[in-house]
């Protein structure tokens, strides 16, 4: 009697979970990497929209924003306006996620209508660390 049973071989089988293998490998590293990534865009976001707001409160003939701090921990935003002027922190909204870190620019600034602060997203919330210089005329890493 002819035995009919079909299936795959030991060695094909191996072959497939080794390709597999050096697949994940290859994959799971960048996928980590890209979160990250993303995580730092959002504090790219962050200092954008600080340079946005002040460049709207110049325009309207306000005093730009001196100051402004959010740590990791906060959900909100202290931010110091020049004397007598208020500040809609909805501005800067996208600042309020979770984990960025807004805090005193390192970036040497002179003039009227300087100002510099350093925005990133802390490690414990999944980001890199990196911090984004921010001042009125430019947004470096």
Same mark, same amino acid.
């Given at each position: 009697? *002819?035995?009919? !049973? ?26 980590? @990497? ?13 200092? *954008? ?34 004397? @007598? ?37 802390? !490690?414990?919330? @999944?980001? !890199? @660390?990196?911090?984004?210089?921010? !001042?009125?005329? *430019?947004?470096?890493?």
């Amino acid at each position: 009697m *002819k035995n009919n !049973t079909q299936g795959f071989t030991l060695i094909e089988l191996l072959i497939v979970i080794a390709i597999i293998g050096i697949l994940a490998a290859v994959l799971i590293p960048n996928l980590l @990497g890209a979160r990250a990534r993303a995580q730092d865009q959002s504090a790219l976001s962050c200092g *954008k929209a600080i340079q946005t707001a002040n460049a709207l409160r110049e325009t309207d003939g306000a005093g730009v924003i001196t100051a402004a701090t959010k740590l990791a921990t906060a959900n909100s935003i202290t931010v110091t306006a020049p004397t @007598g002027a208020t500040f809609d922190t909805d501005t800067i909204a996208p600042c309020l996620k979770a984990g960025v870190v807004i805090g005193a620019g390192t970036e040497t600034v002179s003039g009227a209508g300087s100002y510099s602060f350093d925005v990133s997203m802390a !490690t414990a919330q @999944g980001g !890199t @660390g990196a911090a984004y210089k921010v !001042t009125n005329s *430019k947004l470096t890493k």
